[in-house]
T-cell receptor
Framework: AQKVTQAQTEISVVEKEDVTLDCVYE???????LFWYKQPPSGELVFLIR??????QNEISGRYSWNFQKSTSSFNFTITASQVVDSAVYFC?????????????FGTGTRLTVIP | GAVVSQHPSWVICKSGTSVKIECRSL??????MFWYRQFPKQSLMLMAT?????????EQGVEKDKFLINHASLTLSTLTVTSAHPEDSSFYIC????????????FGEGSRLTVL
């Protein structure tokens, strides 16, 4: 069964600090996708990244970076030099990767508050 | 990127009335759409999978007669909350799957339902 755990319920940092959001997953599938979504106060889900299980390269996009460690089943997300606009709930999610696969399994989310 | 639009973005209704929420994929055809529900400060929970031209598949614990889902075309799925009660107040989010094989999901902006 698929499961995504985001142990950090809430995090507060001061602006310009770096912050890492943890994500640990469980799956029996050998091929799967991992995602991160941002949900600002307005409620919509903003797609941040999708990573295939075969691609363990870390990725950097501006102030965002992701560390995928298959050995520990983790897909952590780091925001460098945090800004107030980064305040949101961040969800990690997992989906199967075979054709016809459907559902996303979401973690419980981490609420990040960046204090000016 | 692909766009999924939900309407209305928020609705307030009296207890006992029915409310319809639309989910449209604006620039791609979606044979599969998903409906999620999110209670305050909680994660997204899948309610049902909607396939174009067939009956929706509901997750365990979701009342089919309460939450009617219709996927009448490749770009539109609707969720009708029938005889709404205050406990149905929630944030409802749809997602649409682009392509049968890639499994790429795009989320709507969400619809906030408040039942008085």
């Amino acid at each position: 069964a698929q499961k995504v755990t985001q142990a950090q319920t809430e995090i507060s940092v001061v602006e310009k600090e770096d912050v890492t959001l943890d994500c640990v997953y469980e799956t029996r599938d050998t091929t799967y996708y991992l995602f991160w979504y941002k949900q600002p106060p307005s409620g919509e889900l903003v797609f941040l990244i999708r990573r295939n299980s075969f691609d363990e390269q870390n990725e950097i996009s501006g102030r965002y970076s992701w560390n995928f460690q298959k050995s520990t089943s983790s897909f952590n997300f780091t925001i460098t030099a945090s800004q107030v606009v980064d305040s949101a709930v961040y969800f990690c999610a997992l989906s199967e990767a075979y054709p016809g696969a459907n559902n996303l399994f979401f973690g419980t989310g981490t609420r990040l508050t960046v204090i000016p | 990127g692909a766009v999924v639009s939900q309407h209305p973005s928020w609705v307030i209704c009296k207890s006992g009335t029915s409310v319809k929420i639309e989910c449209r994929s604006l620039d791609f055809q979606a044979t599969t759409m998903f409906w999620y529900r999110q209670f305050p400060k909680q994660s997204l929970m899948l309610m049902a999978t909607s396939n174009e031209g067939s009956k929706a598949t509901y997750e365990q614990g979701v009342e089919k007669d309460k939450f009617l889902i219709n996927h009448a075309s490749l770009t539109l799925s609707t969720l009708t909350v029938t005889s709404a009660h205050p406990e149905d107040s929630s944030f409802y989010i749809c997602s649409a799957k682009r392509g049968r094989l890639t499994g790429e999901l795009f989320f709507g902006e969400g619809s906030r339902l408040t039942v008085l």
